[in-house]
């Protein structure tokens, strides 16, 4: 009867000396392995404990029955008699120990440590893990990376092209580092907020990358300064759509263009306004180009001041065509064509017409003997017709002939 508590004691300190066997036995429920795989319990059939609850009690039983066999047997079988009904009850408690101690060892499989990345591991869960491949250290290009990164994905589908943001390194390491929830997503939505359509978006952030440089607060605040300039949010839309850099300028960098432009050109307000919104790079290009043609117009061409107003408010590109081009179209139409300055001006139009298209239909009329751009005469062909109609209007209302005859004539130059 003194060795019935020992064996319990016994069987208590071996059952939690295999729980730390257990652990090894037991992968963690619920814990997830790489790419999905769920790892469930598995008890083994050699080291179950369970089973070694079973041996234990069965060991026991025996060695008690052996001690039994001694000469005062009546003493002992009344004894054990006696003591049958006590036994009968601890065996029944010794087969719900080791049940019961399994549940709580499952339970407190959760609050195990993660498993470490050295722990050993068998061949057969080794051959499982699908390892991806590294990234590299260093790369020239983007497309290393897009599978390892949901922000290049997700910029991808919105239609950005990587392989030109990739030529400027800054702006490739940026896109690497940034979150997209956390980085881009807001940008998306102001952009969006501003005018900009989802299938503009791609467009829109390959031309400007750099934007995602730019704090979204002051990104809000150039909006608001343009509104206050009483700028319609269509008019903040399509300057932004037509020079996507327009909002990486200071208030202070806008401000000072429309100033500019206000005070050079002595324009009105209104004027200013509209000018700026159909050329909106006038506020974020160099102002060297705008300086040197205007020097053009007044002292190499003879334009005077009201004239070039008219042009620019008219053609706006004027302000930035290049300097050989606008002197080589003014000297055609005004020596060749003997056009004067107040009909040029009436028809700006065509310093923003190539010059050989202007050569080719001008001497196939003088060919015909229809240059007459003289409005005072009869047969008078505008300047406006002249450069902006398509070919076989052009040979059936100004030239009279066909257009079959006109690439005749083409063939002779």
Same mark, same amino acid.
């Not at 995602?212 to 300057?239: G, H, P, T």
């Given at each position: ?10 069987? /208590? ?9 257990? !652990? ?13 795989? &769920?790892?469930?319990?598995? #008890? &083994?059939? =050699? ?12 060991? +026991?039983?025996?060695?008690?029955? +052996?001690? &039994? ?32 101690? &399994?549940?709580? $060892? ?14 050993? %591991? ?19 290009? *983007? ?35 940034? =979150?997209? @929830? ?9 952009? /969006?907020?501003?005018? %900009? ?29 343009? *509104?206050?300039?009483?700028?319609? /949010? ?11 850099? *327009? ?13 500019? $432009?206000?005070? @050079? ?6 004027? !200013? ?34 004239? #070039? ?5 008219? %053609? ?15 000297? $055609? ?10 009909? #040029? ?28 751009? =003289? ?15 398509? =070919?076989?209007? $052009? ?19």
């Amino acid at each position: 009867a003194q060795q019935i508590p020992r064996w319990f004691n016994s069987a /208590k300190l071996r059952s939690l000396i295999n729980a730390a066997q257990l !652990t090894k036995c037991f992968t963690r429920p619920g814990r997830t392995l790489l790419h999905g795989f &769920s790892a469930q319990p598995q #008890i &083994s059939s =050699d080291n179950c404990f369970l089973q070694w609850g079973f041996k234990t009690y069965k060991t +026991s039983s025996l060695w008690n029955s +052996s001690q &039994s066999t001694s000469p005062s047997s009546q003493e002992n079988n009344s004894t054990q008699s006696s003591l049958l009904p006590s036994m009968n009850e601890q065996s029944q408690k010794t087969q719900k120990i080791p049940s019961f101690d &399994s549940e709580l $060892f499952l339970e407190e499989l959760d609050e195990l440590p993660p498993l470490s990345p050295m722990q050993p %591991i068998s061949e057969e869960e080794a051959i499982q893990i699908i390892a991806d491949p590294p990234l590299p250290p260093a790369s020239f290009t *983007l497309r290393d990376y897009v599978d390892h990164s949901e922000t290049l994905q997700k910029l991808v589908l919105l239609g950005v092209d990587l392989s030109k943001i990739e030529k400027h390194t800054e702006a490739a390491n940026l896109l690497l580092r940034l =979150d997209f @929830e956390k980085d881009i997503k807001q940008m998306l939505l102001f952009l /969006k907020d501003v005018g %900009i359509e989802d299938n503009q978006l791609g467009a829109f952030l390959t031309k400007n990358h750099a934007i995602f440089a730019e704090d979204l607060e002051n990104l809000k605040i150039r909006v608001a300064y343009l *509104l206050s300039k009483n700028f319609s /949010k269509a008019d903040v839309a399509q300057m932004v759509r037509k020079a996507p850099f *327009l909002l990486n300028f200071s208030v202070e960098r806008l401000d000072n263009r429309l100033g500019f $432009f206000q005070k @050079e050109l002595e324009l009105s307000v209104k004027k !200013t306004r509209d000018l700026v919104v159909r050329l909106p790079r006038l506020l974020t290009g160099s102002l060297e180009p705008v300086k040197e043609n205007m020097k053009v117009y007044r002292l190499e061409l003879g334009f005077k001041h009201n004239e #070039i107003q008219h042009m620019i408010t008219r %053609i706006p590109k004027m302000l930035t065509a290049n300097k050989r081009k606008l002197t080589e179209t003014f000297d $055609f139409v005004h020596n060749v064509m003997s056009i004067p300055h107040h009909i #040029i001006v009436k028809f700006p139009q065509v310093f923003n017409t190539r010059l050989f298209k202007i050569k080719e239909r001008h001497l196939f009329l003088t060919y015909l003997g229809r240059a007459q751009y =003289d409005p005072a005469k009869p047969n008078y062909i505008s300047l406006d017709k002249l450069v902006s109609i398509p =070919d076989e209007i $052009f040979c059936e209302e100004i030239a009279k002939a066909s257009v079959q005859d006109f690439d005749k004539f083409l063939k002779t130059l």
